[in-house]
């Protein structure tokens, strides 16, 4: 069975550009999270999405923005970047309903903004 | 929000030694997970504890769900170059959905050779 899989490996945008990134999940599961980590921060929960639906949100600016497809497959946005948004950006996948806890993550996406 | 506290923030160790590693936390959680994150990589799930006074082995990984439902530890014996890397606990209370999920800081091990 194939993992998460997160698309690009890599990122260089430059402040005020947007960027969207995306990510697979594995086969069958149906919720896909989406956390931001950074060296001084840690991982940081952004949301996480199950059947298309936003279900839960992280403390992050509006900036920050997903959706989830009927495939389950999941994108996320970040509009006006900062200089801060440099970070690795994980997405994980689950098969529980509501649990989330037993989570499969992605590679990620490393963003650097200059 | 709830807070996690890993230790050791980092640990420089020998080959073969064993290592020990834990986190506390202020609140009670249902679920205690470990992950490793190699550099680079997303975090990998190791072991996952669902029942206080657990003890779940993984290979030579050991990590133990306390009690009080606030701790859990995770042992490694006879650690090797591999094992180099971040360990991450999780508390997570069921049906809390992904944020429902609170990570430590993570421990970096580190082994010299």
């Known amino acids: 069975k194939a993992g998460v899989t997160q698309t690009p490996r890599y990122l260089i945008k430059t402040r005020g550009q947007q960027v969207t990134l995306s990510c697979s999940p594995i086969s069958g599961h149906r919720s896909v999270s989406w956390y931001q980590q950074t060296p001084g921060q840690g991982l940081q929960f952004l949301f996480e999405?199950?059947?298309?639906?936003?279900?839960n949100k992280g403390n992050f600016p509006g900036r920050f923005s997903g959706r989830q497809f009927s495939n389950s497959r999941s994108e996320m946005n970040v509009s006006t970047l900062e200089l801060g948004d440099s970070a690795l950006y994980l997405c994980?996948?689950?098969?529980?309903?509501?649990?989330?806890?037993?989570?499969?993550f992605g590679s990620g996406t490393q963003l650097s903004v200059l | 929000g709830q807070q996690l506290n890993q230790s050791p923030q980092s640990m420089f160790i020998q080959e073969g030694e064993d290592v020990s590693m834990n986190c506390t936390s202020s609140s009670i959680f249902n679920t205690w997970l470990w992950y490793k994150q190699d550099p680079g990589e997303g975090p990998v799930l190791l072991i996952a504890?669902?029942?206080?006074?657990e003890l779940t082995s993984n290979g030579r990984l050991t990590a133990q769900f306390g009690i009080t439902r606030k701790d859990s530890f995770l042992n490694i014996s006879a650690s090797i170059p591999s094992d180099v890397g971040i360990y991450f606990c999780?508390?997570?209370?069921?049906?809390?959905?992904?944020?429902?999920?609170?990570f430590g800081k993570g421990t970096h091990l580190i082994i010299q050779p």
């Open positions: 999405y199950f059947s298309e639906t936003q279900r």
């Open positions: 504890l669902y029942k206080a006074g």
């Open positions: 994980a996948s689950s098969s529980a309903a509501g649990g989330g806890e037993k989570l499969f």
């Open positions: 999780a508390g997570a209370i069921t049906g809390g959905g992904a944020d429902g999920l609170t």
